[in-house]
Nanobody, 127 residues
Framework: QVQLVESGGGLVQAGGSLRLSCAASGRTGSTYPMGWFRQAAGKEREFVAGIGSSGSSTYYADSVKGRFTISRDNAKNTVYLQMNSLKPEDTAVYYC????????????????????WGQGTQVTVSS
């Protein structure tokens, strides 16, 4: 079993920055690929960023490219999402998730490619 716990959310003004963390426990002997998603009120959950097992491969949604950076520290079993130049439209609950397969073949953007999810952390960006 895998447990994922997000932290680092909060209230920030437009243009500000936040860094989210996702601490993993359980199936941590292997460094599975991970992703960040977000869900705004009344909207579907959407892909934000993904990272491969070693951290050398990263993927981003067009809406956050150039502003957000995903990274990981496998020694700490933690994945991060550095969010800069935040906009009000970034307001959402942010979730981290672990992919089902260590060698994924499908898109990082598909929610059904992930087997474990955290409880989410709220990010609110004021204008």
């Amino acid at each position: 079993q895998v447990q994922l716990v997000e932290s680092g959310g909060g209230l920030v003004q437009a243009g500000g920055s936040l860094r989210l963390s996702c601490a993993a426990s359980g199936r941590t002997g292997s460094t599975y690929p991970m992703g960040w998603f977000r869900q705004a009120a009344g909207k579907e959950r959407e892909f934000v960023a993904g990272i491969g097992s070693s951290g050398s491969s990263t993927y981003y949604a067009d809406s956050v490219k150039g502003r957000f950076t995903i990274s990981r520290d496998n020694a700490k079993n933690t994945v991060y999402l550095q969010m800069n130049s935040l906009k009000p439209e970034d307001t959402a609950v942010y979730y981290c998730a672990q992919r089902r397969s260590y060698y994924p073949s499908g898109s990082y953007a598909r929610t059904d490619e992930y087997g474990y999810w955290g409880q989410g952390t709220q990010v609110t960006v004021s204008s």
